[in-house]
């Protein structure tokens, strides 16, 4: 054969491989540099990219809304380029660039068509992960920083209640600011102390997905590194917790810790949360009372959970509480119809698949289980064809069981419920 058509299939081969399910390449050049990883989906036509950080608003050491204040130093007050013109480029090439600054991590996102996305990917890392301030600028980023509605209002209540009843740590009370004009205070110093320890190269993760030249990006981000080491530690509470906290109306939160070490874990993991969404509505329909349940799984740098909710009481005044409960006993010893197993399976895979061929989606996958690989994984989807009734109850009886659980009970009435044996209960 030829030297040319052995290069062109060559060439084919990559491509093909480059596009195999759930694929993700993992890779590091050194301690010193940022992780990365790539899922490349060629002919999907987009990318996505996102800088995260092992950093948030609990980890500011008393200086609240510091991290959110050198993201936007990193785009307003940096030496590597004008923000305004960064904008127009964007807005030309209908790119979008978000910032996000969460409990524990935080990080930029950037999404745009594939003959764009490249260059604007340079151009980002560039000023993320190796950032100078410009003093002249400073006060200007921190005034934008005031005027930044995410800085007073977090999205992630939840998260930061349970953060906050299943450790001990006071960072974890740390609330976000209540003036905003604090920020203002912030030295040069300040940031770019921040800058050169939680959010420098060795702290980051680049997580890239869909139509990209993945060259191109890993030159990039091998030639930025060092900073400080800033890990987050996992969490390991006290269970089981039961609690009361005031709220203006009744919901019910049920959590559950759980292990995702591996590809097994993560199916059954993905399969349990559809299984109990479908059992819960199923139960309150054929009651024929109001409801509005969910199941996930909640992926923190912290903790992983299964978490279900629903309001814990029907406008006929029926406790919804117990029933979910029940529910969830029944997942956990098995009492589990071969259909309604087949069923949710089903749901899981079907939704991956789709989800597979969007960069958007796979990019928000990866950047929500950085600490957990098997999350989302080529092994995934054998993981789930293996995954049996006796499996999934083998993996998640360890799990759901009474003695790991979390219920918190939204309610406007503060009494305490009552306790039980090994059962924390408190009025806040």
Partial sequence: M???AWGWLLLWAWSAASAAPFEVRRSRESPEHARLVLAPRPGTGRATLHVLFSVGRFDEGGMVGLTRASQHVMLEANKRGRYEDLVRELFGANASLTLTTGL??????????????DRLAQRVLTWVLSPQVDGARLEAALERTGQDPSLTVADDFLESVLAQVLSPEPRFKAPVP????????FSDHDVAAHLSGPLSPRNAVVIAAGDFDAEALRRTVARHKGGTPSAVTRLS???PVTLKLPAVSDINVLAYPIELGDARQAAAARVVGVLLGQRLEQRF???GVGYAQEASVLL???????????PARDPSALDLGPFMLEEVGAVREGRVSAEEFAQARAQVLAR????????TEVGLALAASV???????????SALASLTPESLTQTVRGWLGEERRVHLLFTPSVVPLRSTAGTRTRRR
Avoid: C, I
Avoid at 108 to 115: G, I
Avoid at 371 to 381: F, I, M, Q, R, T
């Fill in 237 to 239: 509470p006290q269970l």
């Fill in 285 to 287: 329909r054929r009651l």
């Fill in 2 to 4: 030829k030297a040319w």
């Fill in 371 to 381: 600490h957990a690989p098997a999350w989302y994984s080529p092994e995934l989807e």
């Fill in 104 to 117: 524990r991590q935080s990080g930029f996102t950037l999404s745009a068509p594939r003959e764009d996305f």
């Fill in 178 to 185: 209540r003036n905003a004009q604090a920020v203002l205070s």
């Fill in 300 to 310: 923190t740098p912290w903790m992983d959970q299964l978490v279900l909710t629903l």
């Fill in 352 to 359: 991956l698949r789709t989800d597979d061929r969007s960069p």
